[in-house]
T-cell receptor
Framework: NAGVTQTPKFRILKIGQSMTLQCTQD?????MYWYRQDPGMGLKLIYY???????DKGEVPNGYNVSRSTTEDFPLRLELAAPSQTSVYFC??????????????FGEGSRLTVL | EDQVTQSPEALRLQEGESSSLNCSYT??????LFWYRQDPGKGPEFLFT???AGEEKEKERLKATLTKKESFLHITAPKPEDSATYLC???????????FGTGTRLKVLA
């Protein structure tokens, strides 16, 4: 099982450029999340989705957009990249509390540098 | 506001030296408390879920406990391969969001 797959693993952007971080999961999970992790700051929630067509903001949504057209995919769009968006981005999914332990399954991360 | 605080920020242990990591939380109704392990350059890996005060879970050298205000991750006779960052997260009732602490960086010396 592939689990949660993120691409790209590494990317360098110039200020003002745009890009999309891809995330796909093959576990048929309804819940998907995007977090960013900065050194010493823990994981901060950017956006999350409870199912196809439904998304909502987390703690730090400014400068980002998401869409959820299928159960499997949850891309994160960065518009007009800024140095403050330099971070490691993690996508995660969950089956939800109804089924199992409710834990999050994480991808390997996408390391983004904005210069 | 829901909040998670982990301590200490960093911990160095000798191999075999047992210790505990702390996760204090403030949440409006706890749906679940989660422990994860994160190795450098990797995504967090799930360890335990705890749902109610008094609950305990064990896995190899790790044991997680939960009270109404905090959780402890006890590490018994650690080995160098236990070196990692340990993250705590909570999910409040009525929400689908997980709130993470900043983690404890554990280093076990041989």
């Amino acid at each position: 099982n592939a689990g949660v797959t993120q691409t790209p693993k590494f990317r360098i952007l110039k200020i003002g450029q745009s890009m999309t971080l891809q995330c796909t999961q093959d576990m048929n999970h309804n819940y998907m999340y995007w977090y960013r992790q900065d050194p010493g700051m823990g994981l901060k929630l950017i956006y999350y989705s409870v199912g196809a067509g439904i998304t909502d903001k987390g703690e730090v949504p400014n400068g980002y957009n998401v869409s959820r057209s299928t159960t499997e995919d949850f891309p994160l769009r960065l518009e007009l990249a800024a140095p403050s968006q330099t971070s490691v981005y993690f996508c995660a999914s969950s089956a939800g509390q109804v089924v199992v332990k409710g834990e999050l399954f994480f991808g390997e991360g996408s390391r983004l540098t904005v210069l | 506001e829901d909040q998670v605080t982990q301590s200490p920020e960093a911990l160095r242990l000798q191999e075999g030296e047992s210790s505990s990591l702390n996760c204090s939380y403030t949440v409006s109704g706890l749906r679940g408390l989660f422990w994860y392990r994160q190795d450098p350059g990797k995504g967090p890996e799930f360890l335990f879920t705890l749902y109610s005060a008094g609950e305990e879970k064990e896995k190899e050298r790790l044991k997680a406990t939960l009270t109404k205000k905090e959780s402890f991750l006890h590490i018994t006779a650690p080995k160098p391969e236990d070196s990692a960052t340990y993250l705590c997260a909570v999910q409040a009732s009525g929400t689908y969001k997980y709130i993470f602490g900043t983690g404890t960086r554990l280093k076990v010396l041989a």
